[in-house]
T-cell receptor, first 114, second 112 residues
Framework: SAVISQKPSRDICQRGTSLTIQCQVD?????MFWYRQQPGQSLTLIAT?????????ESGFVIDKFPISRPNLTFSTLTVSNMSPEDSSIYLC???????????FGSGTRLTVV | RKEVEQDPGPFNVPEGATVAFNCTYS??????FFWYRQDCRKEPKLLMS???SGNEDGRFTAQLNRASQYISLLIRDSKLSDSATYLC?????????????FGKGTKLSVKP
């Protein structure tokens, strides 16, 4: 399975600022996703990162708040913009190459907004 | 009704015990099913896929009942290292074909 490097692993940020999270994969992958896991909650899909085009956002998530880039098949970024304490969460990137199989997750970014 | 529902536990069992987790899903058009394991403060990792015919991987057995929209995971001869949260995961269909939908997880604690 693919090996994912996700950075940063954690950060403490001031409200109103933005943080960009990077996800680097060691091989080309068809599908890349960004998830959020709030404390005590299950993972929720934020968006599908599409190579060379705009990301596809799930209900409740918008591009202005969570802009995503995917310049090639091995790299993606998620930005959490204009942060508030409610954005404190773990953000995970995930990749997959075949719909028949589950996905591999990055190690996550633990974000705390103060 | 939540899309994927699990008993949150915790399940506290002694080493060597057999423990079963259950999961139900609401979308009858769901295509693929998985169990993931998530250790504390770690990312989820795929434990096993779940097939209609049932499948086994060592001490782990997964079952799927499409008619009842029910998934199960059986762990035999529990080890201390099995302590983790087990996530029931369902893949959508159509517009959400790539979307994995996660249950909240069932916490397992195996005691000596």
């Amino acid at each position: 399975s693919a090996v994912i490097s996700q950075k940063p692993s954690r950060d403490i940020c001031q409200r109103g600022t933005s943080l960009t999270i990077q996800c680097q994969v060691d091989s080309q992958v068809t599908m890349m996703f960004w998830y959020r896991q709030q404390p005590g909650q299950s993972l929720t899909l934020i968006a599908t990162a599409n190579q060379g085009s705009e990301a596809t956002y799930e209900s409740g998530f918008v591009i202005d708040k969570f802009p995503i880039s995917r310049p090639n098949l091995t790299f993606s970024t998620l930005t959490v913009s204009n942060m508030s304490p409610e954005d404190s969460s773990i953000y995970l990137c995930s990749v997959g190459s075949d719909l028949s199989y589950g996905y591999t997750f990055g190690s996550g970014t633990r974000l705390t907004v103060v | 009704r939540k899309e994927v529902e699990q008993d949150p536990g915790p399940f506290n069992v002694p080493e060597g015990a057999t423990v079963a987790f259950n999961c139900t899903y609401s979308n009858s058009a769901s295509q693929s099913f998985f169990w993931y394991r998530q250790d504390c403060r770690k990312e989820p990792k795929l434990l096993m896929s779940v097939y209609s015919s049932g499948n086994e991987d060592g001490r782990f057995t997964a079952q799927l009942n499409r008619a009842s929209q029910y998934i199960s995971l059986l762990i035999r001869d529990s080890k201390l290292s099995d302590s983790a949260t087990y996530l029931c995961v369902v893949r959508g269909r159509g517009g959400s074909q790539g979307n994995l939908i996660f249950g909240k997880g069932t916490k397992l604690s195996v005691k000596p």
